[in-house]
């Protein structure tokens, strides 16, 4: 069931975007939902659907569709295995293996099995920032499901509230280790291109038209170069300066070399034939987690890339 909403715009909310002012004013409903509705032209001003990103004029006229608000399920505490690789009272480190949903989805789905119910299970929900909503309890950034790699966990919204803004500040340094399918010439470079969710797959982020999207930065170097078969490939050091979905595996394929074992973006020939060598997961590990304690300490930890992706890299080298 749906209920249709008519706003009439305010002057003093004139020239504001519509994705912002649908934040501040519907917050019982996620960001990304609120997004998800306007890509689904459920979202229109004056009759016509638009974009995120149009400013509101006053007199305007904006409908919403929106989804009844449901009960929201009780997660529970299961017992997962974690690795943790550095805790202090506030906060852990966590090393997050592939394969992993981080949360459960605000229509309800992933409510077992995901890192969230391990960390209740591990730490209970009282010793977990709740600033991120009752299905996030901890969380303060992400990996994709099939990246592994090392996340913060926030115990508190204390410390929740100051990794965000040293987020925000990029004073948290992240370095991911990838293989990309290709020879990429350039040894360092910077991918800077604003991404945005696709129109036509909501599961998919691609770089936004001129002047649209989010801005996203992806500082990158080259670690060595690999040749099998005919089949090029590069392992490359990937560090973020901003956190937006998908972001090094849209960057990299946007520029022709595609993260190896990626099949939404990725080169589908390369990637079976990797399958030789077991790679069933996109080749991209969250390596190196770099940040400041409130009290002064540097916190640097590194954890090398699992197994079975070292496994993929002797497979070339032989």
Do not use: C
Not at 195 to 220: F, H, M, Q
């Amino acid at each position: 069931m749906s209920e249709e909403i008519k706003i009439r715009i305010e002057p003093d909310n004139a020239k504001l975007r519509i994705d912002k002012f649908l934040a501040r004013d519907f917050k019982k409903y996620s960001r990304s939902l609120l997004q998800k509705l306007i890509i689904e032209s459920k979202v229109k001003v004056n009759g016509l659907p638009v974009n995120s990103h149009y400013k509101l004029k006053s007199g305007d006229e904006v409908t919403l569709e929106l989804p009844a608000l449901r009960k929201p399920k009780k997660l529970s505490k299961q017992k997962i295995s974690l690795e943790i690789v550095f805790e202090n009272d506030d906060l852990a480190v966590i090393n997050k293996p592939a394969g992993m949903i981080i949360h459960p989805s605000d229509q309800g789905r992933h409510m077992q099995d995901t890192l969230v119910n391990a960390l209740l299970f591990k730490f209970g929900r009282d010793s977990l920032s709740n600033i991120g909503g009752e299905l996030r309890p901890g969380i303060v950034h992400r990996l994709d499901k099939d990246t592994s790699g090392l996340m913060i966990i926030a115990k508190n919204n204390r410390i929740h509230e100051y990794l965000v803004q040293k987020m925000k500040n990029r004073e948290i340094e992240k370095k991911y280790i990838g293989l990309i399918i290709g020879h990429l010439t350039d040894k360092k470079g910077l991918i800077d291109s604003p991404l945005v969710k696709s129109s036509n797959n909501w599961g998919k982020v691609i770089l936004a038209p001129e002047g649209e999207g989010r801005d996203a930065k992806t500082l990158y170097k080259v670690l060595e170069y690999f040749e099998k078969e005919g089949y090029k490939f590069t392992l490359i050091e990937a560090q973020i300066l901003t956190g937006r979905t998908h972001q090094i595996r849209v960057h990299f394929s946007s520029i022709g070399y595609p993260v190896a074992g990626d099949f939404l973006y990725g080169n589908t020939k390369a990637n079976k034939f990797l399958e030789k060598f077991n790679l069933k997961r996109q080749f991209l590990h969250a390596e190196n987690l770099k940040f400041q304690l409130p009290n002064g300490e540097i916190v640097d930890i590194k954890k090398k890339i699992p197994n079975e992706l070292e496994n993929v890299l002797e497979g070339l080298k032989s």
